[in-house]
């Protein structure tokens, strides 16, 4: 299966992150193996 999500980077402490929305954690369980492809949309003003 093959996704693609926009989404904001959010900041945790020092860390940037990316939160997976809810409705595609029934495709995802704890270990599976991903791949992620970043690609810079805009620059944040």
Known sequence: MKLTITKRIAKQGGNLVLIIPKNIRSYLEQGD???????KLEDKK
């Open 33 to 39: 193996l991903v791949e992620l492809t970043i690609q």
